[in-house]
C-alpha cells in the first residue's frame, strides 16, 4: 500500500482589514499561511464517524490550527479500502452544532474532473503538506488552545464516493443521523450555557 500524507484546509475565516494594513502585514502573512501546529486532543478533538460498506479507509487523523489563528485543518492519510477505483471522494466535518463543512484538497478530492483513478489500496498524495510547529505556550494562549476542559469536537465523515465505472457510494442515513444528534446535543449546550450566565453570583 503506498502511503503518503495529505491535509485538507477548512473553514476559511475572511478579515476585513484597509489595504494599507494588508500592505504592511503581507511579509508576516506569508511565513505563517501553512505553518500549523496540531490541537491537543483534551482541547479539541477528532471522531471518525462508523460507516460500514464506505470505501475510504483513515489513518493518523488529527486537526491542525493555523498560526494566524485564520485556518483549521485536517491532517493524516486517506486510502481506497474498497475494490474499485475511484474518480473522486467528497468528505466533510460536522462540528458539534450540528453546522457541517466540505474538505478539498489535492487529486480526487479537488472536485475536478480527472483523468487518474484512485486505484484500491492507493492513498491520496498531499501536494503542498502544512509544515507543523511545536505548540508552544505563546501558541497556546494566542490559540485559546489551553488544556482543563475540551471546548470542542468534530465528526469526519465520507460524504460520497463516485467510482471510475460512474456508480456512487452514498450514506444519508448516517450523515443525517449524526447532524440531527450533533444539533440536538448544540442545543441543549447551548441553553446549559444561558442559564448559567444568568444564575446570580452567591
Do not use: W
Not at 505563517?32 to 491537543?40: D, G, I, K, L
Not at 470505501?55 to 494566524?68: N, Q
Not at 474498497?82 to 471522494?89: E, L, Q, S, W
Not at 480526487?108 to 505556550?137: H, K, W
Amino acid at each position: 500500500m503506498k502511503r503518503t500524507s495529505f491535509s485538507y484546509l477548512l473553514i476559511p475565516v475572511l478579515l476585513a482589514i484597509s489595504s494599507c494594513a494588508r500592505i504592511h502585514a503581507q511579509p508576516q502573512y506569508q511565513r505563517e499561511e501553512n505553518r500549523y501546529v496540531v490541537e491537543p486532543p483534551d482541547v479539541v478533538f477528532l471522531l471518525i464517524a462508523s460507516q460500514p460498506g464506505s470505501p475510504i479507509g483513515f489513518k493518523d487523523m488529527k486537526l491542525l490550527a493555523r498560526i494566524d489563528n485564520r485556518r483549521t485543518a485536517v491532517s493524516g492519510k486517506i486510502y481506497n479500502a474498497g475494490t474499485k477505483p475511484i474518480r473522486y471522494v467528497s468528505l466533510m466535518l460536522v462540528g458539534y452544532s450540528g453546522a457541517v463543512s466540505t474538505l478539498r484538497g489535492s487529486g480526487p478530492m479537488s472536485g475536478a474532473v480527472r483523468t487518474e483513478l484512485l486505484m484500491p489500496g492507493e492513498e491520496i498524495q498531499d501536494e503542498d503538506p502544512a509544515e507543523i510547529v511545536p505548540l508552544t505556550e505563546e501558541l497556546k494562549e494566542k490559540l485559546n488552545l489551553r488544556g482543563g476542559r475540551a471546548k470542542a469536537f468534530f465528526v469526519l465523515m465520507v460524504n460520497s464516493v463516485t467510482f471510475g465505472d460512474g456508480t456512487k457510494y452514498t450514506d444519508e442515513k448516517t450523515i443525517t443521523s449524526v447532524r440531527t444528534y450533533l444539533e440536538a446535543l448544540g442545543e441543549k449546550i447551548e441553553n446549559f450555557e444561558c442559564s448559567t450566565k444568568r444564575r446570580p453570583d452567591h
